[in-house]
């Protein structure tokens, strides 16, 4: 079983030669659009952690019930995943 490996190693595997990196086409394009949509995930996670603050402080004042503490909870949990979602797909990459 070891002489198959080698031959198959010094006849096949031998004559792959080592490829150079190169971007793949319209990177840049597509690195912007994930930029962008960086800054979209951000945003909607600002106005929703405000909108819930808002109606947290609406229901506290109104006396009504709170179910806004699970919105602002909500939207804290989405915004970790979001903001760690390079880190986790670099770990899981690599």
Known sequence: MV???SVL?????????NP???APPAADKLMK????????VLLSG???????G???AWEKWSGGGLASPKMVAGAMI???IATSAGTI???AIS
Do not use: C, K, S
């Open 89 to 91: 797909m670099n770990a």
């Open 3 to 5: 002489t198959i490996i």
């Open 9 to 17: 190693h010094d006849t096949v595997l031998a004559q792959i030669g």
């Open 33 to 40: 659009l994930v930029r962008y949509f960086t800054w979209f």
């Open 78 to 80: 989405g915004g970790i």
């Open 54 to 56: 808002g109606r947290f």
């Open 20 to 22: 150079t990196p190169e």
């Open 46 to 52: 600002v106005l929703g952690i405000t909108y819930a």
